[in-house]
């Protein structure tokens, strides 16, 4: 309150306050925050609403505004400490939170966490650390009063044992009205880039309906390529597993990859109809235009005197994009990047020709990635997603 009654940089720093809270959490509804002397508190007005103090609005709102109103006016390097920021948010909001955190890079934040879900959104985050806090009693006293020693202990990608300490089960998952099926982690990083790149180019042109936010409208599932026959999708097996108690209505994405799928595509195509999502290029990088290809290797390359060539689309739409850089790109010029662009698999290392650390291409492609640059035909695949979620929404 006394910022509100403060000078005009104070007073400045609020209204920017105001405004971001206004996107983040009231979706664009203008916020408007008030002193009351009477009251003893801030009253905020929402859009038409009426002005009410804060501490009459949810519990959720109430707390998402305390966790981020002193880190974003905060200009200098800060250490947060925060207990159990998931407390009275729904996994959305949570979502929204662990993003706030991670784009204030000037800060440091140390959390406590009994969720799950809360957990799972770190995938997606740079530079979190997990740990465990567990009680351990010693085994070679054995006396009525033992004091109790606490381990902290790091947790690497994919282990599972913070959420058996947590005593996860499968029930305690959050269900959306839609689920978006795809092979790994950058298809789910591509697509999550597009469809948000689609909704700001729609919300530009004035026609963008619903403002779709992953957790809460939908989520991504990551099926593992191969491991989708074991999945009611195709009923291969006697007893499948049944996707449909498992979450909501699936949208299923699969790549082209050449003619060596076709019978798995076509009895996917018969039982999903609409709801399959073949890609019109061979996999996921090859649905990027060649101007984001040609700056993420120029990144690369780190080299400003070299001269690319430009390329259509279809020159590589259905080729191997490793190879493509390699053979067609680059074609006798050496290239910088340790192992080339083509991907070594297996222990012989035999190149397949898809490229190689799809993680760290994929991470120098997003920021560089905007709808209306895209090919016709993968700008169709975003609509197709954006509809489907849309229509499991209304």
């Keep these: 309150m006394a910022m509100l009654l403060g000078d005009n940089k104070q007073r400045k720093k609020i209204a920017e306050y105001q405004e971001f809270i206004t996107k983040i959490f009231f979706e664009n509804k203008p916020v408007t925050l008030i002193p009351s002397l009477e009251e003893k508190a801030v009253i905020v007005k929402i859009g038409n609403e009426k002005e009410r103090p804060i501490f009459h609005l949810g519990d959720g709102i109430q707390s998402a505004i305390i966790m981020s109103f002193l880190p974003f006016i905060r200009e200098e390097p800060t250490f947060f400490f925060i207990e159990e920021p998931e407390i009275y948010l729904h996994p959305g909001l949570q979502r929204k939170i662990l993003d706030f955190f991670a ?11 009994h969720s799950n879900h809360f957990l799972d959104l770190t995938i997606d985050v740079k530079d979190v650390s997990i740990f465990t806090f567990r009680k351990k009693l010693s085994q070679e006293e054995e006396t009525d009063e033992q004091t109790p020693t606490f381990v902290v202990e790091s947790v690497e990608g994919g ?8 005593g996860v089960r499968n029930s305690s998952v959050f269900l959306v009205n839609a689920t978006i099926w795809v092979e790994g982690i950058t298809d789910r990083w591509y697509l999550r880039k597009m469809l948000n790149s689609y909704m700001e180019y729609l919300k530009e042109d004035g026609s963008l309906s619903l403002s779709l936010e992953e957790d809460v409208h939908y989520s991504f599932v990551e099926y593992g390529g191969n491991n989708i026959t074991h999945w009611s999708f195709l009923d291969n097996e006697e007893h499948p597993i049944e996707i449909d108690r498992l979450c909501a209505k699936a949208l299923v994405i699969v790549d082209k990859d050449g003619d060596t799928k076709l019978a798995r595509k076509d009895k996917l195509n018969s039982l999903l109809g609409e709801r399959l999502v073949v890609l019109p290029a061979r996999e996921i990088e090859n649905l990027l235009p060649y101007n984001v290809i ?8 780190k080299n400003p005197n070299l001269q690319l060539p ?3 689309y279809s020159s590589y739409q259905n080729n191997y994009l490793g190879t493509f850089i390699e053979e067609q790109v680059f074609k006798d010029q050496p290239c910088s990047r340790k192992g080339g662009y083509k991907d070594g698999s297996g222990s012989t290392k035999k190149r397949s020709g898809t490229i190689s650390n799809k993680p760290s291409f994929c991470n120098k492609a997003l920021p560089k990635i905007r709808y209306p640059d895209l090919p016709s035909s993968t700008q169709e695949v975003i609509q197709k997603i954006y509809k489907f979620i849309k229509d499991q929404n209304s």
């Excluded at 000037?106 to 966490?113: A, D, Q, S, V």
Aim: hydrophobic residues 35%; without cysteine; glycine residues 0%.
């Design 159 to 166: 282990n599972s044992s913070s959420l058996e300490l947590l």
């Design 310 to 312: 430009d390329k259509a």
């Design 103 to 113: 784009a204030q890079s000037r800060h440091t934040f140390f959390l406590t966490t």
């Design 294 to 301: 040609k700056e993420v290797i120029l990144e690369y390359e």
